[in-house]
């Protein structure tokens, strides 16, 4: 280095021109700081006339915070003539902006031609303001400045490294939004936007000042409570954030009501890394959307052992398909006052070869995930056809026939032509078959499945609706969907004769059916006082465990043998 100093300082125009158009800063300074030289390149960066500022402390241009680190480095390079020292450090503009630097500093005090400190200036302002937004790009979610999954995950694995030392207990909390998705379609994106704002800084509000709030997704979020002592101060912690839901949010006029649920999970009990922890909290998520949401559950085992036989059914499902390890089950309809058996409930079973009967509960919600439901409900309907072809064959009465279809059955392209063709093959008359649809299913407002529903009543099937009372039913909805059978859900039932205005909200619903020529059926009929009060309102049929509960195919074709069916004895 001192050669090539040498040759420049020997070589003056040569030298005269390189530092001229540098874009660094080149300057010199003497033992003690004070400044020798500095290039035109300090104009063009700092703003200041290097002739101006001959004679001041370099020092002087340096911010405070850094002042400590460039002393120690200028004294490194003062008593260590045979190295470079690299460091960066702020200088002071003439405008008083402070700007990033990058310096090289070589010791040149004893050579004769320079007797000083040579320092190479290279601002870095710019470069570092990229890195920087690339590190927020990379780690903070921009809406809500909050950090996101990557940077939360970081955060956590390090608390937990922390907390195994001290031995102390941390909770992470995972909630997602009930109902966001809905505020932002129907109120839009800036709304929706301006909404999860107001909500970051509620919950802020609540957490501790260690604690760490982080946004994980469109509406789901994660907070990591460092400072735990026991089970009752999460619980404590929980409520304090389901709280900060209980009042409106005001949002450019619009009131908006929006809940959470809330999943827990607490180290070291649920987990003792930071996989374990996010999945355990997650699991507990589901579980308090799967109990109303709008609350909070915290993770235990038994919520694994549940994700792990889903896990192990989603995956025995495909091949239960093929392997045709399906059955069906009937549950008779029956005439509220003759007893006699006009209709039944089609009701798929799994019979698995190794878990043995598995109830719908456990496995339709994962067809209806994974879209094996399509699959699942052909098989239903051709089985269902097959049967009655069976029965009539026999010399039974035909009866009418339920099936329960979702939204995904109604959407399938090749809905009307699949059943067209079960129903000619097996040659069984439409108005003999009738397709359940849930009463939730009317918010979908789906054209595809109205036209679907249109041309299944027009080929002679009828429609009824399920679970009636629960969802939100319309006058409209009734009309539009040319709804042939009412079913009043079971929830109804169940409160007769204990609650009396239960009974009127069954009384409304039966006069509704009544007034809109509709067949009306009660569901979950268990109790003679239950059937005694259906019948005092005209209720045509009753469905439940005071007649039968759903029996298999060589049971339900010996009650079709004997046509009527004696209710239980109390």
Not at 95 to 105: M, Q, S, V
Not at 160 to 175: D, G
Not at 421 to 446: C, G, M, R, V, Y
Request: aromatic share 10%; proline share 3%; hydrophobic share 40%.
């Amino acid at each position: 280095m001192s050669g090539f100093y040498e040759a420049l300082i020997n070589n003056q125009s040569r030298f005269e021109a390189l530092v001229k158009n540098s874009s660094d800063i080149i300057a010199i300074i003497d033992k003690q700081g004070i400044i020798i030289y500095e290039s035109p390149a300090f104009e063009m960066i700092l703003g200041y006339n290097p002739k101006d500022v001959v004679g001041l402390s370099g020092f002087s241009f340096v911010h405070p915070d850094d002042l400590e680190k460039a002393k120690q480095k200028f004294s490194e390079v003062v008593n260590n003539p045979e190295e470079e020292v690299k460091f960066e450090l702020k200088l002071k503009s003439i405008t008083e902006e402070w700007l990033d630097f990058e310096l090289i500093a070589s010791n040149y005090l004893e050579d004769p031609n320079i007797k000083g400190i040579i320092i190479n200036y290279r601002d870095i302002t710019e470069s570092k303001k990229i890195k920087a937004d690339l590190y927020n790009l990379a780690y903070f979610d921009s809406l809500t400045q909050l950090p996101n999954r990557k940077s939360f995950g970081e955060i956590l694995i390090t608390s937990i490294e922390e907390a195994q030392t001290s031995s102390q207990m941390l909770a992470v909390a995972i909630f997602d939004l009930d109902g966001f998705k809905f505020v932002n379609e129907s109120a839009g994106d800036e709304i929706g936007d301006e909404l999860l704002k107001k909500i970051v800084t509620r919950v802020k509000a609540t957490i501790n000042e260690g604690d760490v709030l982080a946004r994980l997704s469109s509406d789901e979020f994660a907070i990591l409570f460092k400072d735990i002592h026991n089970n009752s101060e999460v619980d404590e912690l929980a409520y304090k954030v389901k709280d900060v839901f209980k009042e409106v949010f005001i949002v450019e006029g619009f009131e908006l009501n929006i809940t959470a649920s809330i999943g827990i999970s607490i180290y070291p009990y649920s987990g003792e890394d930071k996989v374990t922890l996010m999945k355990n909290a997650d699991l507990a998520v589901t579980l308090a959307k799967r109990n109303g949401k709008n609350n909070f559950q915290l993770y235990d085992e038994r919520l694994q052992l549940n994700s792990d036989k889903a896990f192990f059914l989603r995956n025995e499902l495909r091949k239960a398909i093929i392997n045709n390890e399906f059955i069906l089950y009937y549950q008779p309809r029956i005439n509220a006052t003759t007893n006699e058996i006009v209709a039944a409930e089609a009701l798929i079973r799994w019979q698995h070869p190794h878990l043995g009967l598995i109830r719908p509960d456990e496995f339709i919600p994962i067809a209806e995930e994974t879209g094996l439901i399509i699959p699942l409900g052909e098989w239903v309907f051709k089985t269902v056809c097959e049967h009655k072809k069976k029965w009539i064959q026999s010399g039974l009465t035909p009866i009418k026939i339920s099936l329960n279809f979702s939204v995904l059955q109604l959407l399938q392209k090749d809905l009307i032509k699949n059943i067209k063709k079960a129903i000619n093959e097996t040659q069984q008359d439409p108005h003999l078959i009738e397709i359940e649809i849930t009463e939730s299913l009317f918010l979908e407002e789906n054209i595809i499945i109205l036209e679907n529903l249109k041309t299944l009543r027009k080929m002679g099937i009828h429609i009824a609706i399920d679970d009636f009372g629960t969802g939100y039913s319309s006058f409209s909805s009734l009309q539009k969907y040319k709804v042939d059978t009412i079913k009043i859900d079971r929830s109804f039932l169940k409160e007769i004769p204990k609650k009396s205005e239960w009974k009127e909200i069954v009384k409304a619903i039966i006069m509704l059916a009544h007034g809109l020529k509709m067949n009306i059926v009660a569901e979950g009929v268990e109790i003679e006082q239950q059937l005694k009060f259906l019948q005092t309102l005209n209720c045509h049929e009753v469905q439940g465990y005071y007649y039968s509960k759903p029996i298999d195919i060589i049971q339900f074709e010996e009650l079709l043998h004997h046509k009527t069916i004696e209710p239980k004895i109390n």
